[in-house]
C-alpha cells in the first residue's frame, strides 16, 4: 500500500519497532497540536543484530518512506539506526537521532563522571554513546552492556513477567559492579522497563531517557524556525511493514491515553 497524504505537515519517526511510541508519547505530550506519522519496521526487527550496512539501508529505505508524505522532520527513533545515522538534515528535512541527546543528558547527571549504557548488540559495537560521550567530557568512564534479549520481551508485551526480571538483573549486574552513577536506557524499547530497572539499580542511579531531551530539542528548534511552525491536524497516523493486532495493542498500550488514529501496511521491500 503507497502513502496517502493523510495530514497537511507532520512530523515523522521510525523505530525497528513499536519502541518508538515511548518516543512518540514524549512528543505527543509536549507537542499536542502538532501531527505525526509513525513508522515501525516490525517485519525487520530487530536491528540489533544486524551490520551497519544492513541497518543504513533500512535507515534509508525508512526516511525515504516518510518523506513520501509532507513531513517537515523526521525523528530516528530507533538508537541502532541512529549509530549510522550521518547529519542533521536528509533532502534538506531536519533530521534527529536518539544518540547526541542521550549522550548530553548523561554527561549532566553523572557526577561521578561514570556512565553505564545499555543497548543492542549493534548500538554497543558502533561505540556510538561512548564517542558522543567523550566528544562532551573526555574524562567520563563508560561501562557497555548489550541486552539483545531486551526488545523481544518488550515486543511481546512481557514487560511484567518473572523471567523479565531476570534476564534484565543478568543484564544490570555488571554496570552496578562496576558503580555507574548514571544508565543510558540506549533502545527505545527500553524505557518500557524503566519501572523495573529503577527498582533492580535502585534510586541514587539515574536513567536517561533520550526522548526527555530530543523534546527539548524539537520545541528549541520549532521556537526558532529550523522546524516549521505550520501545524497539522493534531493526528497520529501509524504505518507498520507488518501489521498485526498484537503490535496495535502493545502501542496503544505504551501510548496509554493518546488514541492512534490510523494503523496501516507500509509495503517497503
Known amino acids: 500500500m503507497s502513502p496517502e497524504w493523510g495530514v497537511m505537515s507532520a512530523i515523522g519517526i521510525f523505530d525497528s519497532g513499536v519502541g518508538g511510541f515511548t518516543v512518540l508519547k514524549a512528543l505527543r505530550a509536549a507537542l499536542p497540536d502538532e501531527s505525526f506519522i509513525y513508522l515501525g519496521d516490525t517485519a525487520r526487527l530487530p536491528y540489533g543484530s544486524k551490520s551497519p550496512d544492513t541497518i543504513r539501508h ?7 518512506f516518510l518523506l513520501a508524505f509532507p513531513v517537515k522532520a523526521v525523528i530516528v527513533a530507533c538508537n541502532s539506526a541512529s549509530t549510522v545515522v550521518d547529519g542533521d538534515h536528509w533532502q534538506g528535512i ?3 537521532d536518539v544518540i547526541q541527546p542521550g549522550a548530553l543528558a548523561a554527561v549532566k547527571a553523572s557526577k561521578q563522571k561514570k556512565v553505564g549504557i545499555l543497548g543492542t548488540r549493534a548500538t554497543v559495537a558502533s561505540q556510538a554513546y561512548v564517542k558522543a560521550i567523550h566528544e ?11 541486552c539483545p534479549l531486551l526488545v523481544p520481551l518488550v515486543e511481546e508485551g512481557w514487560e511484567n513477567d518473572p523471567m523479565s526480571r531476570m534476564i534484565m538483573t543478568r543484564y544490570l549486574t555488571a554496570p552496578i559492579n562496576q558503580g555507574v552513577d548514571t544508565l543510558i536506557l540506549g533502545c527505545t524499547h527500553y524505557p518500557v522497563l524503566k519501572p523495573i530497572i529503577q527498582e533492580l539499580v535502585g534510586p541514587d542511579i539515574a536513567l536517561i531517557d533520550s526522548a526527555d531531551v530530543l523534546v527539548d530539542n524539537l520545541k528549541r528548534d520549532l521556537a526558532d524556525g529550523r522546524v516549521t511552525t505550520d501545524l497539522g491536524a493534531g493526528t497520529i497516523e501509524v ?3 507488518d501489521s498485526g493486532s498484537h503490535f496495535h495493542e502493545i502501542g496503544q498500550r505504551i501510548m496509554g491515553s493518546w488514541p492512534l488514529d490510523s494503523w496501516q501496511h507500509a509495503d517497503i521491500r
Open 136 to 146: 562532551i567530557d573526555a574524562q567520563i568512564e563508560c561501562v557497555q552492556q548489550s
Open 94 to 96: 531536519p533530521l534527529y
Open 58 to 64: 533500512y535507515l534509508k529505505q525508512n526516511i525515504e
Open 239 to 241: 504505518w507498520t511493514t
